[in-house]
Nanobody
């Protein structure tokens, strides 16, 4: 059974940084096999893609986070990360990690990120 568990969220002031982690179990090196991503959903808004990394290591980002967020993975630890710098109040949301193939789609339960002074 595959599980994705996010951690690292919290309350941070504008301009601050957080690093989110997504630890996987059930499939070793899942993030090098599947296309993986971070999504977020703010209250009253639709879920949006924040950053994606392919099995080959290619990354892409939402325009709103380019230059501030970095997605990465550690295959040995079976963990994916999202480094978030220069956080803004509009980054406040529940962040979910995802690993997907043509036939499988796995989600974590989410971690809350709140950016406020």
């Amino acid at each position: 059974q595959v599980q994705l568990v996010e951690s690292g969220g919290g309350l941070v002031q504008p301009g601050g940084s957080l690093r989110l982690s997504c630890a996987a179990s059930g499939i070793f090196s899942i993030f090098s096999i599947y296309t993986s991503a971070w999504y977020r959903q703010a209250p009253g808004k639709q879920r949006e893609l924040v950053a994606r990394i392919t099995s080959g290591g290619r990354t892409n980002y939402a325009d709103s986070v380019k230059g501030r967020f970095t997605i990465s993975r550690d295959n040995a630890k079976n963990t994916m990360y999202l480094q978030m710098n220069n956080l803004k109040p509009e980054d406040t949301a529940v962040y979910h990690c995802n690993a997907a193939s043509n036939v499988r789609d796995y989600w974590g339960q989410g971690t809350q990120v709140t950016v406020s002074s």
